[in-house]
């Protein structure tokens, strides 16, 4: 289903309605965002997904990226901001963007604000996956055992969960002081989540 332009033009100035997915690793972010691109019909970008088809084509950004990666440790700002001001530039014409796996830093929520705003959007919502480590830690690895991702091994994940602690969680204080954060019970199946997302989302388009 695609949303009505008019019925979200409150959002933002161009009717857009853009949504961060947060969380930390292995909370589902990616499998939430298939449905919620499947129901508003909104452009995902997931830095995650892009980082990895860089490693796969066997780029210089790829071979950077995964230098980074393979440690758990995030990719420097500047390579993944410009990734996304691209996609945002190239495509003006989206009804909405679900950013996956982004921002990640301070810096990175700051400069998603200031692209936006200089393409005359708005950020609607931040919906925050919430989810215990010890369920964290139990998914990351059975989806190690199918992925063949290089950072879905025990020691990897643990750096990765540093990593969020230290680095990506104070972002939930940046989007609660602008009053976009909404934080989802990510524990549970697939479904019940994502029918905790609707209801956030169905609110802001009525
Ligand atoms: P990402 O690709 O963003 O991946 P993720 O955090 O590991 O996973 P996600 O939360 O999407 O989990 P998923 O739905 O797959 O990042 C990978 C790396 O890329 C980072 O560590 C970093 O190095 C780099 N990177 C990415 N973005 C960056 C940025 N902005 N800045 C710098 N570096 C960046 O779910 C995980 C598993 O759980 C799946 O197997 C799924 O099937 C399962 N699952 C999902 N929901 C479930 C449920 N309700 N119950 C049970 N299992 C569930």
Do not use: W
Not at 114 to 119: A, G, R, Y
Not at 128 to 155: A, C, F, H, Y
Not at 158 to 180: F, N, S
């Amino acid at each position: 289903m695609y949303l009505c332009k008019s019925l979200v033009s409150s959002q933002n100035k161009k009717g857009m309605l853009n949504i961060i997915i947060f969380g930390a690793p292995g909370s589902g972010k990616g499998t939430q965002s298939l449905k919620l691109i499947e129901k508003y019909g909104l452009k995902h970008i997931s830095t995650g997904d892009l980082l990895r088809s860089e490693i796969k084509a066997g780029t210089d950004l790829g071979r950077l990226a995964e230098s980074y990666m393979s440690q758990g440790k995030l990719v420097p700002d500047e390579i993944v901001i410009g990734m996304i001001e691209n996609l945002i530039k190239e495509h003006p014409d989206a009804r909405g963007f679900i950013f996956d796996g982004f921002p990640r830093t301070l810096a990175q929520g700051k400069a998603l604000y200031e692209v936006l705003e200089q393409n005359g959007q708005d950020l609607s919502v931040v919906l925050s996956l919430e989810v215990e480590d010890k369920e964290l830690v139990e998914r990351l690895l059975k989806r190690g055992e199918i992925s063949g991702r290089s950072d879905d091994n025990r020691e990897t994940i643990e750096a990765r969960l540093q990593v969020y602690y230290d680095q990506t969680a104070p972002l939930k204080d940046y989007y609660q002081g602008k009053r976009k954060l909404e934080k989802i019970k990510g524990q549970g199946s697939i479904e019940d989540i994502f029918a905790s997302i609707e209801r956030v989302v169905d609110g802001l388009i009525e």
